[in-house]
């Protein structure tokens, strides 16, 4: 494991994008194996002993590499003195160990992942998302060149919950709609030539965008509130209920909808 300490810049370190890319994979490695572990139990005890085993080895791993960085998990509850620190803190990891509790549950579905994000001055700087049931790790490390956009646009929503401005997205474009999983596996379905754009509303955490947004930005494309605002992170309340990922040609159409809508 990447143990060099950071620098004190304010920019991420190669070796923390590093770090990010390694911890993400080997999280990744370790949600397989309690996949196949515990195949045919039920659903809810998969979830919980993915999550909890996940976020056991990233909190752990990251506390041995990077001590003076404070953590931000989903599985990790605040206490007031432990948001405090992460407040003071220039730099703050933020975590989500299994993104996709629902689609890594119900094997062999692949729209899950784990994401691991390093904020400087709450700007999501580095990061990594893995699709581990892929067998692919997206970093801020070596970001990926965007594919050639499709012929007809298509928009990513939610499995079971497509929120209305995302309808009205695709509607404006003429695009189709992707039904997936998790936040990070839509995100990278961009990347992944899959898709054109995911609008995202009705409630989200820091956790479940930081890192996505990290890679997404590093490879050139758009992020945003739906409002066109910045995303901010390491803020006194994880509620970040809004995000627009997209190809950049398509964000002034996107954002216009949502506006007018």
């Not at 160990?97 to 580095?126: K, M, N, Q, Y």
């Not at 839509?186 to 509303?201: F, N, Q, T, V, W």
């Not at 994880?238 to 997209?246: A, H, K, R, S, W």
Request: charged share 25%.
């Amino acid at each position: 494991m990447a143990t060099s300490p950071p620098s004190p810049s304010q920019e991420p370190t190669a070796a923390d994008h590093r770090l990010a890319a390694e911890l993400a994979t080997r999280a990744g490695e370790l949600l397989l194996e309690v996949r196949a572990e515990m195949s045919g139990r039920p659903a809810a005890e998969l979830k919980a002993a993915g999550d909890r085993r996940s976020n056991e080895f990233l909190v752990a791993s990251l506390r041995d590499a990077r001590p003076q960085d404070p953590i931000l998990s989903e599985e990790e509850g605040e206490r007031p003195e432990a948001v405090a620190a992460r407040l003071a803190s220039t730099r703050v990891w933020i975590i989500d160990p299994l993104d996709g509790t629902r689609e890594f549950s119900e094997p062999p579905r692949d729209d899950w992942a784990v994401h691991v994000a390093l904020c400087i001055d709450g700007e999501p700087l580095c990061g990594a998302v893995a699709l581990p049931a892929m067998g692919i790790t997206f970093s801020t490390a070596s970001p990926p060149p965007l594919p050639a956009p499709d012929a007809a646009p298509r928009v990513l929503v939610s499995r079971t919950r497509p929120p209305a401005e995302a309808l009205a997205v695709a509607e404006a474009l003429g695009a189709e709609l992707v039904p997936m999983g998790s936040a990070g596996a839509k995100a990278m379905a961009i990347l992944r030539g899959e898709a054109d754009c995911y609008p995202h509303s009705g409630g989200q955490y820091e956790w479940d965008s930081c890192a996505p947004v990290a890679v997404a930005r590093a490879a050139g494309l758009w992020c945003s509130r739906l409002d066109g605002s910045p995303l901010l992170y390491n803020r006194p309340d994880p509620y970040l209920p809004d995000l627009l990922i997209c190809r950049t040609e398509m964000a002034t159409a996107a954002l216009d909808v949502v506006r007018q809508g």
